[in-house]
């Protein structure tokens, strides 16, 4: 999704930010295939080239649950033992929001309350009293909302003021009880049609 050319050191190296919010099996040979193809072009930008910027790739994993996918290349390969030694692997560097500790972040203030309100939303039925007059910034409740997918805190967070703030134990009450009642009619509504369905097979057997 991004890519950036950063200088560490006198030296430069190129690193990818892939957010991915759903699992995808086949990240390895993605990200294996997103950076090999730097390293070409890199290659083909001056073919008498003999020394690269190295490249990283990392996976910012936005989903609810912890990423339970291949986290390497040899996890998709099916190897005999006597060549298990000699296959190069592809790690992934994944940053799991899930399991980053939101402290590591506390110099950034903004950074800190979105890895810190996207946990508690994610873990909210567990630990409700973590929500308790639990406030977030307009800039942070925005990402929050974008990455859990709530557009009633999106738009919550655009009307504040520059600089306001959001409690998001109340907003985050608000949505789950407007998601138990679609829940309950979407059940209804699937109980009125497999009642239909069963009425029609009594009345057209197959």
């Known amino acids: 999704d991004t890519v950036r050319k950063v200088g560490l050191n006198s030296c430069f190296a190129v690193i990818g930010i892939e957010s991915q919010h759903d699992e995808d099996w086949l990240m390895p ?15 083909q930008m001056d ?10 790739t990392i996976v910012f994993y936005t989903g609810e649950g912890e990423w339970q996918g291949p986290r ?24 799991d ?25 994610y873990h909210y039925r567990q630990n409700r009293e973590a929500m308790k007059d639990y406030v977030i910034s307009k800039e942070a409740a925005l990402m929050v909302g974008k990455i859990t997918n709530m557009p009633e805190l999106i738009e919550k967070a655009e009307r504040l003021e520059e600089g306001g703030k959001l ?18 009619l979407e059940g209804r509504q699937e109980g009125k049609m497999n009642a239909l369905k069963r009425l029609l097979h009594k009345k057209f057997p197959t």
């Open 167 to 184: 409690n998001m134990c109340r907003e985050i009450e608000a949505y789950a009880n407007e998601k138990r009642l679609e829940g309950l």
């Open 97 to 121: 929001i899930n399991k980053e500790k939101a402290w590591k972040y506390d110099s950034n203030q903004e950074v800190y309350e979105v890895f810190d309100g996207v946990q508690k939303v």
């Open 29 to 43: 040979l993605r990200v294996l295939f997103y950076d090999t193809l730097n390293y070409t072009n890199q290659w």
């Open 47 to 56: 073919k008498k080239k003999k020394v690269f910027m190295p490249v990283f």
């Open 72 to 95: 390497s290349m040899k996890e998709l390969l099916k190897v005999p033992k006597e060549l298990e030694e000699y296959i190069n692997d592809w790690k992934l560097i994944i940053i």
